[in-house]
């Protein structure tokens, strides 16, 4: 009977070790495949613009830069539509695991003021990663206007209440918003042109239809170098290398006017902290290879960089910086 009851007890020590075995081993594999290292597999980044545009070509040097640093492809999806609305959602609503990404853009922080409905929350459903670069705004004017700086314009325009256009590629952009913001700094009253985009007003400037425009630097640089166009101020808080010549707001005694467009990676909020750090820390090492620095060269831009965390603060206080000049200017894109 003594044998019996031992042999049942070491049977019973053989079961339990065999089960803590197969559990030892299945926690092992359960362990393993959460800790397979991201990405496993082709990650998309949506671009809420048609190919072609500033945002596209940055979104591809960017794509192409991470596929060589983190082994899988970097996929790019353009998904336009609603002023970046559409794109934007749709990584908003994608499962926050990394695989969907998105190349975010001033519109990012002004379309919450612009819109009645907007489909996410910005700051609620995006989580920043990387800043990756800005090019900053330009006044520029038709040749024949007679003024040859900021503080010249400003003396014409209160000389001649709204008789001063200036063209936008539409109501909301940055390029309309730039121009209400120059006209409360300075106490004037200039006549907004609304265009169907920029290219539009690009010819009727330099045919002398409108008389300015604010537009990122990277579009107007060549007719500024061909004598097109002549350039009044740069709005950066320093002259920009390309432009040396050229004075910039602050200089003309308006230190807080300040309007660039930048561009950054951004995902949906509740991805993985040491994801987001992974992301941010090859996207900013990106940054200093030639091939980026080439591409933001070219465009004349300037890489930035940073934590995740300075590109929040940074996109809070964009998107808080232009809610009141958009309630001001009465834009509505609904």
Known sequence: MAARSIWFEQRSRAVAL????????????????????????????????????????????TGQELTKRLGQQIIVDNRTGAGGNIGSDTVAKSPPDGYTLLMASPANTINSSLYTKMPYDPLRDLVPIAL??????????????????????IALAKAKPGALTYGSGGSGTTEHLAGEMFKSFAGIDLLHVPYKGGAQVMIDLMGGQVALMFSNQLGVLPHIKGGKLKALGVASAGR???????????????????????????????????????????????LSSPEMKGRLQ?????????????????????????????????AKAD
């Open 18 to 61: 065999r089960a803590a075995c197969i559990a030892a081993a299945a926690a092992t594999f359960a362990n393993g495949a959460i800790a397979q290292p991201y990405p496993t597999k082709p990650v998309r980044l949506v671009v809420p613009y048609a190919p072609g545009g500033a945002v596209d070509i940055i979104a591809r040097a």
């Open 298 to 330: 070219t465009m004349s831009a300037q890489p930035i960089g940073g934590t995740p965390e300075q590109f929040a603060a940074f996109f809070a206080a964009e998107t808080k910086r232009w809610a009141p000049i958009v309630k001001a200017s009465g």
């Open 240 to 286: 920009s290398a390309a432009l040396p010549d050229v004075p910039t707001f602050a200089e003309a005694g308006f230190p807080d006017f300040k309007v660039s467009v930048w561009w950054g990676v951004m995902g949906p909020a509740g991805m993985p902290k040491e994801i987001v750090i992974q992301l941010n820390r090859e996207i900013v090492a990106g």
């Open 132 to 153: 990756i670069g800005s090019v900053p705004s330009v006044m520029v004017a038709n040749p024949s206007l007679p003024v040859k700086d900021i503080k010249q314009l």
